[in-house]
């Protein structure tokens, strides 16, 4: 294979040398990691880390140590272009790089928002340690914030903001709440426990602009005439994945780099992985790109065994989580194109599951405050495997029967 130079130190990235170590590459692996972080862990930034008082090396994979253990030559800098003919990675420094083998891991970054005073300082995003950190120092009891977006990140943000005794309103575009990736069932719980908490969520509406007076944020106004006044504006509005670098070297990208089932680009010496990969899926049948801690490690491990001897197709099961206040939600497989849903356990106790079938085929499960049965979903879907909608409808049906 020769040299593997990763760009990208995020969750993918760091994944990968690690587990090509583990599995005893011995050549060398270049990390080029942009943030001037060690690789740490996302999910944190909008939950513990932003509640918490813990310091960055709490999200830290792995201390500095390990990549000088495990020779992973850790980089600082940013991948600025490709020489897929010289297998040259130039780097922003001016250095260059050779590789036998390379991997985009670049994740994705924010969408921005594009309305009147969106570039004032107080208008916020959240995806790398320094916003998050930003964030944490700026936030304080009795602000008023408004977050733009009601999908996980929002939501995570508005808990937090809403627990450390800030003012939060949530404006969302859609009729519902996380309304592309979960059910009604779970939107309309998750819903109901933010306002419960104090949360108002504005829904089907748009922020049309942020008002300012001398440059300070005072609120925003809505496409339906409302004006809400703010001291703070949080955005979470989506994620564009970073192709720049690969479709400026000449491989084909669309909403992702293209890979195959291997994760392999047009070009057999280049791979790509995590948030950045729109990948066949062999599990699926098509093109899916996702953005999971899940999906990022399991293509991390898929490319280091490829690397080192053992291809094989990529066909992780996808799972996911989010904790929001109080309420850990949990997912199962892919629930996109279900015509049923099935409620096991107890909505009013705050904790129950969505069954999301396919005529009588099992797609997925996500899981409000149950931890066991999301756990049989990952068990029962990774292995193929369905349990009929009346008996995941009837609560004495043990669950356990069906993974024997
Ligand atoms: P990233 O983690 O984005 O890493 C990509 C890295 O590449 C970045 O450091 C970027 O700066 C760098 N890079 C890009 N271009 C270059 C270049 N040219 N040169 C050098 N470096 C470059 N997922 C879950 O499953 N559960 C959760 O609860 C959850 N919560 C989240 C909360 C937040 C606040 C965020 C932002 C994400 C959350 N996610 C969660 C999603 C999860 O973190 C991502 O799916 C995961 O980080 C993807 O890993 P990645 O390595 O593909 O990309």
Not at 111 to 120: F, S, T, V
Not at 195 to 203: E, K, V
């Amino acid at each position: 294979t020769g040299s593997v130079i990763i760009v990208g130190a995020g969750h993918a990235g760091f994944q990968l040398a690690a587990s090509l170590r583990q599995a005893g590459f011995a050549e060398r692996i270049a990390l080029i990691n942009d943030e001037g972080h060690l690789p740490y862990q996302r999910p944190p930034l909008s939950k513990a880390y932003l509640k918490g008082t813990g310091g960055p090396e709490s999200l830290m994979f792995r201390p500095d140590k390990f990549y000088q253990d495990n020779k992973i030559e850790l980089i600082t800098d940013r991948a600025h272009a490709i020489d897929r003919n010289a297998r040259k990675v130039a780097l922003a420094s001016g250095a260059s790089l050779d590789y036998g083998h390379l991997v985009f891991a670049t994740g994705a970054r924010n969408r921005l928002l594009d309305i009147p005073n969106a570039k004032l300082d107080a208008v916020r995003y959240l995806r790398i340690l320094d916003e998050s950190q930003a964030l944490r120092d700026l936030i304080a009891p009795g602000m008023r914030v408004v977050v733009i977006g009601a999908g996980f990140i929002g939501l995570e943000f508005a808990a937090t903001a809403r627990a450390k005794g800030l003012e939060v309103d949530v404006v969302e575009l859609a009729s519902r709440v996380m309304a592309r990736a979960v059910t009604a069932e779970i939107s309309e719980f998750s819903q109901s426990r933010h306002s419960a908490a104090g949360i108002r969520i504005h829904l089907g509406v748009q922020v049309t602009a942020i008002e300012a007076d001398g440059g300070k944020v005072t609120g925003v106004s809505l496409s339906n005439g409302t004006h809400i006044p703010a001291d703070l504006v949080v955005v979470g509005v989506g994620v564009l994945p970073n192709v720049e670098l690969a479709a400026e070297a000449g491989l084909p990208v669309a909403s992702g780099i293209i890979v195959d089932e291997h994760l392999l680009t047009a070009d057999p010496n280049v791979s790509a992985i995590g948030d950045c990969a729109l990948y066949t899926s062999k599990r699926f049948g098509g093109s899916l790109r996702l953005e999971s801690v899940q999906n990022a490690t399991d293509h991390a491990r898929c490319v280091a065994s490829r690397l080192t001897g053992k291809t094989e197709v990529y066909d992780g099961l996808p799972w996911f989580w989010s904790d929001q206040g109080p309420d850990k939600l949990q997912m199962a497989g892919l629930t996109t194109g279900y015509d049923r849903v099935v409620v096991r356990g107890d909505r009013a106790q705050g904790a129950f599951s969505a069954f999301c079938y396919r005529g009588d085929k099992l797609l997925g499960i996500e899981s409000i405050n149950r931890a066991g049965d999301h756990m049989f979903g990952r068990r029962l879907l990774g292995a193929g495997g369905s349990i009929t909608p009346e008996q995941a409808a009837d609560a004495s049906f043990d669950l356990k029967s069906a993974l024997a």
